[in-house]
């Protein structure tokens, strides 16, 4: 059973920064969602085992990054220009045995316990 583990979030003002990580990856496709209180857990991003393709939700395109670095087991998310919207509970996401991008959950077979981000405005 993988394991994964996120670390990263917390406070940020409107405009900030902030990069989340997720430990014991698995080495096939990888992935972000989000939740925020009364929503549905919703995608965020996506990256190939490789790494050479990554795919956005519309509503954080260009804004955050996905990758990850296979050596060290973690995948990342780089937060930039961040607005009060994005304020939710992240979580890593991993499949058991798919090699390309999803944005599905149900395509992902292992969670992380997620890691609160909140964007003051």
């Known amino acids: 059973q993988v394991q994964l583990v996120e670390s990263g979030g917390g406070l940020v003002q409107a405009g900030g920064s902030l990069r989340l990580s997720c430990a014991a990856s698995?080495?096939?496709?990888m992935g972000w969602f989000r939740q925020a209180p009364g929503k549905e857990r919703e995608f965020v991003a996506t990256?190939?085992?490789?790494?050479?393709?990554?795919y956005y939700a519309d509503y954080v395109k260009g804004r955050f990054t996905i990758s990850r670095d296979n050596a060290k087991n973690t995948v990342y998310l780089q937060m930039d220009s961040l607005k009060p919207e994005d304020t939710a509970v992240y979580y890593c996401?991993?499949?058991?045995?798919?090699?390309?991008?999803?944005?599905?959950?149900?395509?992902?077979?292992?969670w992380g316990q997620g890691t609160q981000v909140t964007v003051s405005s």
């Open positions: 996401a991993g499949s058991a045995t798919r090699m390309g991008i999803t944005t599905r959950r149900d395509d992902y077979d292992y």
């Open positions: 698995t080495s096939t496709s």
């Open positions: 990256i190939r085992w490789s790494g050479s393709t990554r």
